[in-house]
């Protein structure tokens, strides 16, 4: 069985897959608790409809800064910007079937969870406006308009190490600060990082009365645990483009293709700077397989595994490379592609490296 995982099987596959190499949780030497941004699963609290794996990032990856064969790198208006396709593959690993008898079969495979497979569209500098022309499936496309409302979690705690999301942004937080406030990474969803803390936090009862940017907090309490009154972000929840000349309404969550759905990404305040399509089902890649995903526009195909020093050999679109741990990358450029890289520097810089 390769391919999409989906309806009553998925329980029954991650109960029956075993995972090899011994994959372990990342530690950050100097924090005294468990550090795992690589795996780190939604804290209790703040639930919303967005995302299974958002939390995720990408562990050993590959980087190719090419665009992918017959991918699209589109100018926008007057020439000073473009728009670029991207992939991030994330939370791989290479594993192994178990039959009902807890029989373990001895073919490996690579397993992609769900949220762990991310096209990208995004523009390559600033953000896409109104009107200007992006690039979807490797189409023009022309946003026409987009529909903007902020999410606000309530009366929820976060641990130290621990990753949230609310609206399109997700929110790790690290440890108290110098001064004793909360000290968070933030990036979106699809993994764009605008600059290293552009969000505000404030102690109950300081809040001013307009704040700098769409994404703030209000807390109690920061120590090992953070214990937020509320969390405020931007969430694009509608947005209307013209692809090949025809009007196409897209909402949040959306599915685009049978087990991939779409979020648009929008910054701090507001503007439009990126579309992703992820997998709603975990997906088995077997050696010698390949699997056509988009309509046949991403052809993705395990060619190896060699399990003794945890690698795999695979292609995209038929160009060709090795993995490690499983077929985590990062592929084309981009504000999202830069800013995952940004914050898996940040995370090593700071000993939470892998």
Known sequence: MTGLVSGGLVGLLFGALSL????????????????????????????????????????????????????????????KN??????????SAIAHRKDASGKVSPVPLVVIPAGGLVYDATPFETHLPVGDRGVIFGRPATLLSKDLAEETCRNFSVLAGRSFSVGD???????????????????????VSIRPHPLEEYPAGQVPAKTPTRIFG????????????????????????????????????????????????????????????????????????????????????????????????FSLNGRAYTGHRGIDGLFGTGRAIAGIRHTLDTLKKIGGGA
Request: proline share 10%.
């Open 82 to 91: 473009r728009t670029i396709e991207s992939l991030v593959i994330k939370g």
């Open 169 to 191: 942004q997700v929110i790790t937080y690290l440890a108290p600060g110098p001064k004793g406030g909360p000290l968070v990474l933030w990036r979106t969803l699809d993994g």
């Open 218 to 313: 209000v807390y109690t309490h920061a120590g090992q645990i953070a214990e937020y009154l509320s969390f405020s972000a931007p969430m694009i929840v509608k947005e209307k483009w013209a692809i090949g000349g025809k009007e196409k309404t897209l909402t949040t969550n959306m599915e685009w293709f049978p087990h991939f759905r779409m979020v648009p990404i929008s910054c701090p305040i507001g503007h439009h700077i990126g579309l992703m399509v992820y997998n709603d089902m975990p997906i088995l890649l077997e050696p010698g397989h390949e699997l056509d995903l988009f309509k046949g526009y991403l052809k993705i195909k395990v060619v190896e595994i060699q399990e003794k020093n945890g690698t795999a050999v």
């Open 20 to 79: 090899a190499g011994g994959i372990h949780p990342a530690r950050a030497a100097g924090y005294p608790f468990p550090f795992d941004p690589f795996v780190a699963g939604e804290s209790f609290g703040c639930k919303h409809l967005l995302i299974p794996g958002a939390e995720i990032l990408p562990r050993d990856p590959v980087h190719d800064s090419r665009v992918l064969p017959g991918w699209k790198d589109l100018p926008m208006k007057g020439g």
